[in-house]
């Protein structure tokens, strides 16, 4: 009466075909009531795997087609969470259009004005004698003032060549030649310059332009590059700098805090028809240690951050990936875990298409947590602050969010993407109320995410790494450019000097060269 086909290897989700004789449907009772049962239970599992192929698909046009930002409507959360907006003032609807809050932005647009320490050319424009006399009567006419206007203008970047001439002296008596010593170059022998060297960098790993497009720009001034040249150039400029590379990495993990989260990229493999796939990892360090530190491993392994980490103690915050959880569990290595509140909201944000209500309630809730933050920062507070403002405002809401979680478990089946967002929130949330216990700690990982941002769009523009060694060449590169825009300091001008001085600075001396000494030099030397 009913059979069932084994799924093929090709099929993602087991399919079982029930086919039932109409002609010779059972009489019995007891196998009707079986066999609706059956059928329910079919009908069940179908409706839940179509749910979660809608699911999927909504998330991948989503990502296709929609808008980036995981932004929700405040009515909305008026819809469905009412009582929790009554909680927080902040929580309103959007002013109206005609708002003075909406006026007071529109005129923040407008011309800029042009920077002071820009060089100025002065153009007079004059009438000519004939047109100094009045058309009327001819008589002269006086000087009255003069009007000026700005326009910005541009002066293409330009190559020169530089000339090292060493003067020889040699004895009249022949007993020995001298010769001249030019300074330390960045590449022995090497054809480009520091500031050269430097610009290809920040073109790469700061503004994302690949070494074939490189290539064409300076094919344009007369001057042929070869990407593979360039290439090179970049390995030994990563070599050149490892020593300071070194230090920027010990100093990150002084770090009370250390954020950390990873990102793919296609690496080049020779042995394969296409490319593989490697990982970036970011370690940012706390307000004491402002450093942006990248290493690159050719796949995921729980091996990389944890030789990377070293002897690291103190409080990581990363998203759930287990291959962290050995270095929580180890005793001897004193990592305590904090986790992100932006990840777990993610995956309420996502559930919308399977449970909205009980996703928007609990990113209402969510929002009351960073209502908090921005209080916080607003106040200037800092961390006993933070933690006495935590402790009296966000300890309360999380209570709350905790004891609806728990009832709304048994109300949603374990396996839907909502009850996988319960099960997520539930199953890290000592980490994740773990930043109530310090005021230094932050509420989710977002600083991590966002130094990964120029990995993202690196990637769709230089597509892969040629190599292993590639990867790492980038990871060191970009540790720097990365950091320096943290800090606000002009990553061209940071490396050209340092490209420049390394080679002859002493070894014992090389904290002075990282950024933020290095700026803080520069702004004592202006």
Known sequence: MINETRPTSNERFTVIKMTIDRDNLPKDLGQCHALIAELAQELETKERRLQRVLHQLAILLRQRYGPRRERLDPNQMF?????????????????????????????????????????????????????QKCPECQSALRYLGQETSQRLEYIPASLYVIEDVCYKYACPKGCTVVTAEKPMQPLEKGLAGPGLLAHVAVSKFADHLPLHRQEQIFA?????????????????????????????????????????????????????????????????????????????TPNRSRDGPDAFMGDYAGY???????????????????????????????????AQTSDLMRSTVMMAYIRLLYDVEREARKMKLDGPGRRALRQSRSVPILEDIKAYLLQEKPNVLPKSVEGQAIAYALSNWAALIRYCEDGDLEIDNNGAERSLRGIAVGRKNWLFYGSNNGGQTAAILTSFTATCKHLGVDPFSYLRDIFERISAHPANRLEELLPDMWKDTQTATT
Not at 321 to 346: F, N, S
């Open 316 to 350: 990581l915050q990363a998203d759930a990936y287990a291959g962290y959880d050995k270095l929580y569990k180890d005793p001897d290595r004193e990592i305590t875990e904090v986790a992100c509140w932006a990840h777990t909201r993610r995956k309420f944000y996502e």
């Open 79 to 131: 819809l469905f969470a009412a009582g929790l907006v009554e909680q927080d003032q902040d929580l309103q609807p959007p002013p109206p259009e005609d708002s003075p809050q909406k006026e007071k932005q529109r005129s923040v647009h407008g011309r800029q004005r042009l920077p002071e320490h820009l060089k100025r050319q002065r153009i007079v424009h004059d009438l000519d004698p004939q047109q």
């Open 220 to 296: 344009r001034q007369g001057v042929r590059l070869s990407r593979s040249t360039m290439c090179d150039w970049m390995r030994q400029s990563a070599e050149l700098v490892k020593p300071l590379y070194d230090e920027l990495k010990r100093r990150v993990f002084l770090s009370k805090v250390v954020q950390t989260d990873d990102t793919p990229v296609n690496v080049l493999d020779p042995d394969l028809p296409r490319t593989r796939t490697g990982r970036i990892w970011t370690y940012l360090g706390d307000q004491d240690y402002p450093y942006t530190v990248y290493d690159y």
